[in-house]
Nanobody, 114 residues
Framework: QVQLVESGGGLVQPGGSLRLSCIAS????????MAWHRQAPGKPRELVAR???????NYSDSVKGRFTISRVNNRRTVYLQMNSLTSDDTAIYYC????????WGQGTQVTVSS
């Protein structure tokens, strides 16, 4: 059974930083492309960042230059380092493992507010 468990969300002030983690089990982690999505209230779900099995990355325009996705295969973990956070980054953040259909974690709430 595949499980993706996110952690690291919370409340942070504008301009602050957070690092999200997602640990995977039940799959051969190193073979999967991984991604972070987010969904804010009243907005469509957004692909934030993606990292391939070989470590290539891409980002949405809204986070490029501020967020960094990385992975440590022997820890079966993917990270999302988020810097210079703004209120627009407030959302539930989900980790995904790309498959048909993709696997999703339960999400972790990130709230950016003073």
């Amino acid at each position: 059974q595949v499980q993706l468990v996110e952690s690291g969300g919370g409340l942070v002030q504008p301009g602050g930083s957070l690092r999200l983690s997602c640990i995977a089990s039940g799959l051969i982690f190193k073979r999967y492309h991984m991604a972070w999505h987010r969904q804010a209230p009243g907005k469509p779900r957004e692909l934030v960042a993606r990292i391939t099995d070989s470590g290539d990355t891409n980002y949405s325009d809204s986070v490029k230059g501020r967020f960094t996705i990385s992975r440590v295969n022997n820890r079966r973990t993917v990270y999302l380092q988020m810097n210079s956070l703004t209120s627009d980054d407030t959302a539930i953040y989900y980790c995904t493992a790309e498959d048909q259909p993709p696997y999703w974690g339960q999400g972790t709430q990130v709230t950016v507010s003073s």
